[in-house]
């Protein structure tokens, strides 16, 4: 290896240790659910409306839902207000599959309350407390041509933060980590939530995300994933969190078709080119 190439990897891993973690420039949405007048009630997403790249406002309810956590890890609960991330519900909201709250929640029951689109069915994190998870959806998660994000996030409170960063089908980390910011990027929701683990009522923020924001480059965004990890340190006051995602089909037959098409006529240049 010369001089010269050296330099370069060392410029380039020095570049790379110097970029900071990017914050979500998170593109505006608004959340459309069932009812915004009790707090404490069951708050079904419907849909989303949001801008495409074109400028025109999109309104979809094509979700994918989170269906298994793995990999958890999660302060240790020792009664009180010890412990990290707990399954919530609105006083009055249903609770997902008979499964009652918990201070120190199983995996499969983090997937239970995650997996809906009642925005009062949550994860309360204490304030002080850590965890990190793998979330799973029910189909993969890909980037498209309309410019829509593709993850979405409410935070009760609008008081917290949560990191995330997206993960291959084996659970490795890729792209970057995003810090999405209570203070920068969340927008009001525009709706509340009384949740068993408060007595008033709380405004819920929002983030939309894109898998660009995550770091992703386009081959890695196009073929998509499976899942996120989430987690939170000490520091980020404990986030009350929901995530939905936009189901995006695979690509089309027609696309599929077209590869196969390009493949073939190249086998045929080829061929042509042999003959000459
Ligand atoms: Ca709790
Ligand atoms: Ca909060
Ligand atoms: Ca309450
Ligand atoms: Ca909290």
Known sequence: MNI???????????GTSLVLVPSAQAADFKTNVSQSNDPKANILLQSITQKDKQGKDQTF????????????????????????????????????????????????????????????NIIDTEDKGAFTMNLWFDTTIRQDASGLDNLFFWERGMNSDLDIQAIDENGNLLGNLLNLKQKQNQQNAGYKIDTMEITEAQNVGSWGVSLKQLGLNDEQAIKGIKGIQVSAKTTYNGPDFKVIARSVPEPSTTAALA??????????????????
Request: hydrophobic residues 35%.
């Open 4 to 14: 010269k190439r050296i330099s370069t990897l060392i410029l380039i891993s020095f």
């Open 259 to 276: 590869v196969v098409a390009m493949s073939a006529l190249k086998v045929l240049n080829k061929k042509r080119l042999a003959k000459v």
């Open 61 to 120: 309810s094509n979700f994918t839902f989170v269906n298994r956590v793995t990999d958890l890890k999660n302060t240790t609960y020792s009664g009180g207000n010890s412990g990290a991330a707990s399954t919530d519900r609105g006083d009055n909201a249903s609770t997902p599959k008979n499964i009652q709250v918990s201070e120190d929640p199983k995996a499969d029951q983090i997937a239970a309350y995650l997996g809906n689109n009642n925005l009062n």
